[in-house]
């Protein structure tokens, strides 16, 4: 057994854990905030860093601080609800939502880069089998998929994403950047948009497969946590990294495109490489797409198991979760795509404020297993996700025309409620109250 890992073991798994949350939001989304942004691109960045690399990295921390897993951090904050908002977290990050999104959307960018036009669903549904049938070869041993990722999938995102951000500085299709297309400051508009990427939530469930990868490298117990912080610095500041290279490109067309995410890059990249650059970013696309979904189903296959193998050893085991998992999001993948963020994406949304007072508890709170505070922490976290559910209702209402508007004018009625943030301010206030309030006796 040894301490600590090698600088090979460290850039494997450092690089693994970027492709996972790489591909999760941060492939596309970067070139279009760099066009967005234009001119204010680095006050903009800077927002997004704050949220969409540090708060992310605050779950690792939470992981290492609360010396568990994610289920177990939330069931010993809020008990029963604990594991019912753990069961609804992976749900959505695995066969509802983001595993499903990931092959669609790399099937959609085939059909539009490839101009494939059929009325056969064929060809759609022998794509969605091959992608689940190799990633349940990565996922099937839960010790090696950091280093299959690492080894496998990490280098080719890398090199393209290298040659897409060089390419695009050294060549730029546009020699001015555009004026930002927003009014709002552009900090507070990088930190909405980097929160909006709900990576958070991934990095509390991608833990564990990282732990799995360190103990698999002949790593003592005891200096798990220790790695786990290099790791996460490794992974999450190269992602730091290839997203401020993004938004350098986004913002280096300067509003030349008149398109939005993947048809942005598909054309940025075509007309950076021509054909071949259509190549690099289906290739990249793919790659990204796998890397997210083996990263969620082998973590949320995980929770399944922590959480049911008691009930019945045979049957609730991680291999057979994997494998429905990967059928289910087959299935779901048929769906159409737009379909799948419309209806699912907003309950995503609704799991991501809980998620991070979990994080944010764990990380700052001094004496986190004292009783005092995790009954502070339980009403924070409840209260965060209540409102969320307020606001998910509000946002149903609006979609469909439902009418509850008295639900939207008490949802309006919280500060920050249209920052998306109505939970922030009512999660901070309860737990201070309740921290300093004594238990009855």
Same mark, same amino acid.
């Given at each position: ?42 006050p903009m960045f800077a927002g997004i860093l704050l949220s969409g690399v540090i708060l992310p990295y605050t779950g690792y921390l939470a992981l290492v601080r609360g010396n568990g897993t994610f289920l177990s951090l939330i069931q010993r904050l809020s008990g029963g609800f604990g594991t ?85 500085i050294v060549s730029p299709i546009s020699d001015e950047w555009a004026a930002p297309s927003f009014t709002q400051n552009p900090v507070v508009h990088g930190f909405l948009e980097g929160y909006a990427t709900a990576d958070l939530q991934c990095a509390l469930l991608f833990g564990i497969i ?42 280096? @067309? ?11 890059? @598909? ?23 796998? @890397? ?53 994406? +907003? ?91 004594? +238990?009855?006796?």
């Open positions: 057994m040894k301490k600590d890992l090698g600088l090979k073991e460290l850039l494997v798994m450092g690089g693994a854990l970027f492709s996972m949350h790489f591909g999760a939001a941060c492939m596309l989304f970067p070139v279009q905030w760099g066009k967005d942004a234009g001119t204010a691109l680095w019912f908002f753990a069961a609804l977290t992976i749900f959505v990050i695995g066969p509802l939502y983001m595993v499903p999104r990931m092959s669609a959307a790399a099937w959609a960018a085939i059909v539009q880069l490839t101009g494939l036009e059929t009325d056969s669903y064929l060809p759609a549904i022998i794509f969605a089998i091959v992608f689940y049938l190799i990633t349940y070869w990565f996922v099937v041993n839960p010790g090696k998929v950091i280093d299959k990722i690492g080894n496998l999938l990490f280098p080719v995102l890398i090199v393209v994403v290298t040659a897409v951000i060089v390419k695009s990282v732990v799995h990868g360190i103990l698999n490298a002949g790593i003592e117990e005891k200096a798990v946590n220790r790695n786990l912080i290099k790791i996460g610095i490794v992974g999450l500041g190269l992602l730091a990294i290839t997203i401020l290279g993004h938004m350098i490109a986004g913002a280096n @067309t300067g509003g030349t495109i008149d398109l939005t995410l993947s048809a942005l890059y @598909t054309e940025m990249v075509l007309q950076l490489w021509g054909s071949f650059g259509g190549i690099l970013f289906n290739i990249a696309l793919v790659a990204a797409a796998l @890397t997210t979904a083996v990263g969620a189903v082998s973590s949320t296959s995980e929770i399944w198991e922590e959480i049911l193998l008691e009930k019945n050893k045979r049957v609730f085991t991680y291999r057979n979760f994997c494998i429905a998992s990967c059928v289910l999001s087959c299935i779901v993948s048929f769906a159409d795509l737009n379909t799948i963020v419309r209806i699912i994406g +907003p309950v995503l949304d609704a799991c991501y404020p809980a998620a991070i007072v979990i994080a944010l508890y764990y990380c700052l709170c001094r004496k986190p297993d004292d009783q005092t505070k995790l009954r502070a922490g339980n009403w924070a976290v409840i209260s965060a996700f209540l409102i969320s559910i307020l606001q998910l209702a509000v946002r149903y209402s609006e979609m469909f025309d439902l009418g509850w508007d008295m639900l939207s004018r008490i949802y309006y009625a919280f500060p920050l409620a249209g920052y998306s943030l109505a939970w922030l301010p009512v999660s901070i206030i309860l737990y201070a109250v309740i921290s300093i309030l004594k +238990p009855h006796s």
